[in-house]
């Protein structure tokens, strides 16, 4: 038989799963979010068009939740696609993202 000390113990877990299901069911209705950018928008922010987000999507390149007929990105993850696009942009011209942005920053003089 449970006793209430263990049932207090489910509480967080519990908690945590409406949690996780409350983000989900907004995700899939569609719930207005500042976090979350339809194609065009998306495709604003990083300056592309919405093809290639789509494409980037179709190629699991960008992860989206479907929402009606239309898509909806992360924030996050839009950005993190856009930096690693860049980056293979540079890499593919042979140029090392990390030498661009060491090389454009102030040198430190040294102290003796």
Same mark, same amino acid.
């Given at each position: 038989?449970?006793?209430?000390?263990?049932?207090?113990?489910?509480?967080?877990?519990?908690?945590?799963?409406?949690?996780?299901?409350?983000?989900?069911?907004?995700?899939?209705?569609?719930?207005?979010?500042? %976090?979350?950018? /339809?194609?065009? !928008?998306?495709?604003?922010?990083?300056?592309?068009?919405?093809? #290639?987000? &789509? +494409? @980037? *999507?179709?190629?699991?390149?960008?992860?989206?939740?479907?929402?009606?007929?239309?898509?909806?990105?992360?924030? %996050?993850?839009? /950005?993190?696609? !856009?930096?690693?696009?860049?980056?293979?942009?540079?890499?593919? #011209?042979? &140029? +090392? @993202? *990390?030498?661009?942005?060491?090389?454009?920053?102030?040198?430190?003089?040294?102290?003796?």
């Amino acid at each position: 038989m449970t006793g209430p000390a263990d049932l207090g113990a489910l509480a967080p877990i519990v908690d945590g799963l409406a949690d996780a299901i409350a983000k989900r069911i907004a995700a899939l209705l569609g719930a207005p979010s500042p %976090a979350r950018l /339809d194609v065009r !928008a998306a495709a604003e922010r990083i300056g592309c068009g919405p093809r #290639a987000i &789509l +494409d @980037a *999507r179709r190629h699991g390149e960008l992860e989206g939740v479907r929402v009606g007929r239309g898509w909806r990105f992360d924030l %996050a993850e839009v /950005d993190r696609w !856009a930096g690693s696009r860049s980056a293979a942009k540079l890499a593919t #011209a042979g &140029l +090392d @993202a *990390r030498a661009i942005v060491a090389a454009s920053l102030p040198r430190r003089s040294r102290a003796t």
